[in-house]
């Protein structure tokens, strides 16, 4: 899903160096060639539609009010991470993006519900099913303790969207309102983080037990992004 994204930013994140186990294959690599839903959540008409300057407002509204509850628990999932991962050298990337989903992603949900001239009635519509269970996975995540868990669900939501965000093409003229969301989830900033998300997970050393746990939390999270693309385009939870 997910959620926070500036792809022009200051600061600098490494991008860790993805290894690998006995194989090629990384771990992120292999859960996303067992996952059916990955294409659809990476190609989905919404971000074409989006990038073409034709999603209706009204889509477009749903998705982001939609979206925008999710950003409690994505601070609470992405803290906790932090505070699992071993190092400070693993911390300081994730503690740098923190801040930037807490200020300049969330200015633009502030902008953009301005500029539909949505009222606080609207704004505080309830999530809708779709959402509500990505919410539940977020924090059951965040709450496991495990870093293989809370990384598996971080990865699903910041990849996702640097895989549409780097593929669609965005037309001349387009509107803070399309081009912004777009600009947020590409970019070298933003593939960074995707980098150090991927790198973390890809350099633990999971036994099996774990593996399946980390890659049951990935799966959830694909099905659950695929279900909110749904809602968002058919209108399950009007506003």
Not at 176 to 184: G, K
Request: with cysteine; glycine share 6%; aromatic share 10%.
């Amino acid at each position: 899903m997910g959620r926070a994204f500036l792809a022009l930013a200051s600061l600098t994140i490494a991008s860790a160096q993805i290894t690998t186990e006995s194989s090629a294959q990384t771990t992120t690599d292999y859960f996303v060639s067992e996952s059916p839903h990955w294409y659809a959540i990476t190609h989905d008409p919404f971000c074409d539609e989006l990038a073409a300057g034709t999603l209706p407002n009204a889509t477009l509204t749903r998705y982001l009010v939609q979206d925008h509850k999710f950003l409690d628990a994505f601070v609470v999932l992405l803290a906790s991470m932090i505070a699992h991962a071993p190092t400070l050298a693993d911390r300081v990337p994730g503690a740098q993006f923190l801040a930037l989903i807490t200020g300049k992603e969330n200015t633009y949900f502030e902008r953009s519900f301005d500029a539909l001239g949505l009222d606080a009635a609207a704004r505080a519509a309830p999530p809708a099913p779709a959402t509500s269970a990505f919410i539940g996975l977020m924090r059951r995540a965040a709450a496991s303790g495990e870093l293989h868990a809370m990384l598996a669900v971080l990865v699903v939501a910041e990849w996702s969207y640097l895989s549409w965000g780097e593929r669609v093409v965005p037309r001349d003229g387009l509107s803070f309102l399309h081009l912004e969301w777009i600009d947020l989830h590409r970019g070298e900033y933003f593939a960074g983080v995707v980098a150090y998300l991927r790198g973390m997970l890809d350099a633990l050393d999971l036994h099996a037990s774990e593996m399946a746990i980390a890659k049951s939390y990935f799966d959830d999270a694909v099905k659950c992004e695929k279900d909110f693309w749904d809602m968002a385009r058919g209108g399950e939870g009007e506003l």
